[in-house]
């Protein structure tokens, strides 16, 4: 995805065209909307994503996503904040994300924050009452209720009002109305598969409170689908010759969302109307990566003490915070294969609150821990070796790959070979190699920045709510071939001779042209090529691709070269027997096909759709 985050002089000239032309009767609800604004309200994260509609017509990579959230910490940059909203005593919305963090941290600092509502993660128990409602309350970090449906709204309200406010200060207007005015914004609002219509109506309730007019809903794992089928594909584990697209007819695969909170599982089928359904849903398995957050806590409380650990989670919320946000960095960069222990800052809070109880100096009692020589305080850091640290992934990994053995071997899902993993914790090196050791035989793969799956592509639903299934190509696909030379076509310095007939090399032989319009994943055409000497064992041949429709040569400066593939031709082929050739484009990749008639042997080999730096 096009990872411009805001990149003001292209918005800004997008957004004046739009503001030239006439606004909407009515703003609430016609017509093509200027701007589609997707809301991803996540158990750990949330924030949204936009895109200019004319853009999109364009280009389905134009969408951006905020990358001002200040987490306070320069090495946390993140693109969506943390799901913690905060309600002042009188349950008026005060902050979200970051801001809602220091400031609750900062009152309670100050002892007054048990009157506030601080609501952090609060997704979680939503997930769990099966009897949602707008009725339904939920407790805050003191225990106090609050309405889940005011919670939801002061979210939507907040981020509703970020979008805007950033779009004002793109276009320098001193006045948000002006946006709302001026702009056609329709929203979408990603929701959990397993939510019916209450859990629907419960949303579309909190939307309209928070001023939002027009919007449609949209289950997460049709979202994430969606940014899948534009995206490329990570493979993580792959079968031999397998064409990797997910916009082929009858195509099922398993799409696994892996966040911070939950983890949910969906079936999902292009079926022969060309429809993306929901086959089987599974939603809100609590072994996301707060699991491997609560085995940090738990290795702390070994180590200190869990009378010690308790008394600071209760009385040291903004150190808490601080050392929540350090962990949250060394998790997301942790990878066990590069054998380096991790150094976590230690709360000066938690040496004062152990010595002044035990009267004894915290050294010691690490020193003497059950951990040994893995665990190391020097100073304020706390050195946790890697066997430790790998350790605290261990029990959620096997707990993702229980949970899948039951759907990819029971019932109508044991024929399913292909796994898509979204969501934030899908790019825990730990999780992917669990899943990859337990499931050989099945592909594995992931979008780039899967954490963004559902909330890009909520806007391409909004966009099109349809799959995507015919592209225009990008450039023209041939290879390099050699014909007869023709003194009157070719130039000299091609020509060549072989067993005796003169040839010329390196002429641009098309199978798709630019502009063509293609269905995904479909084989456009095929052509043939012979070989010119019965002692041939193999054959290579050079991939090209040019910005115009019909080059003569590859080597002219319109062509890129992208690489080879190579078949290995059999001693006892058929003699004269053509090698076919096909071509395909997914919305990222060319898929090249190579076929020997003379023996039956097939090839696939996979090259990225544009020139290669």
Known sequence: ??????????????????????????????????????????????????????????????????????????????????????????????????????????LALDKVHTSWYYFRRFKIPVLEDETLS?????????????????VFCGILKYLRSHLIDALAGILKVSNSDWIVEKFHIR?????????????????????????????????????????CQIMPLHRINTRNGEIICLQRTGMQYLLLDLGGGTVDSTVMELDVNNELKQKQRSCGAVFGGIRVDGAFVEFLMKLIGFDIMDKFFLTCKQELLNLQKDFEIKKRTFNPANGQNIVIKLPPMVRKIYEVNYKQQLQLKVEN?????????????????????????????????SHLVKILYAGTTKDIKTLVLAGGFANSVIVQNAIRKKFPDITVLMPTDP????????????????????????????????????VHEHNDDKKFSADGVPLCADLFHRYIEVGEEIRIGEFVRSGAIFINRKDQRYLSVPIYLS???????????????????????????????????????????????????????????VFLDSPVD
């Open 547 to 605: 910005t115009v429709a019909s080059p003569l040569y590859t080597s002219d400066n319109t062509c890129h070269y992208l690489g080879r593939i190579r078949i290995t031709l059999v001693s006892n082929r058929k003699e004269n027997s053509q090698i076919t050739i096909k071509m395909a484009l997914t919305y990222t990749e060319l898929i090249v096909e190579v076929t020997d008639e003379g023996s039956g042997r097939t090839v696939r080999d």
């Open 187 to 227: 929203w979408v609002l990603t929701h959990p598969a397993t939510w019916t219509d209450n859990g629907q109506h419960f949303l579309k309730v909190a939307a309209k409170q928070a001023g939002i007019a027009d919007v449609i809903l949209v289950p997460e794992p049709v979202a994430a689908s969606f940014y």
């Open 369 to 401: 821990s059950e951990y040994g020589e893995l665990v190391k305080l020097v100073g304020d850091n706390l050195h946790i070796d890697v066997e430790i640290v790998e350790s605290f992934y261990t029990i959620v990994a096997e707990q993702i790959t």
């Open 1 to 106: 995805m096009r990872q411009e985050r805001f990149s003001r002089t292209s918005l800004r000239d997008s957004m004046r065209s739009r503001s030239k032309q006439s606004p909407p009767s009515d703003p609430d609800n016609v017509g093509t909307p200027d701007i589609i604004a997707s809301v991803d309200i996540g158990s750990t994260y949330s924030g949204y994503a936009f895109a200019i509609t004319k853009d999109l017509d364009e280009d389905r990579h134009s969408i951006h996503v905020n990358k001002e959230w200040i987490s306070g910490n320069a090495k946390l940059i993140t693109y969506k904040a943390p799901s913690c909203v905060l309600f002042t005593p009188e349950k008026r919305l005060h902050s979200f994300g970051y801001e809602a963090e220091y400031k609750y941290g900062q």
């Open 134 to 150: 707008t009725a339904t309350n939920i407790k805050d970090d003191s225990g106090k209720p609050l309405r889940a449906a005011a």
């Open 451 to 486: 954490e963004l799956s559902v909330m890009q592509g909520g806007v391409l639903y909004g966009y099109e709510s349809n799959p995507i299934l015919y592209m225009k190509a990008k450039y023209s696909y041939g290879i390099a071939i050699a014909m007869p030379y023709n």
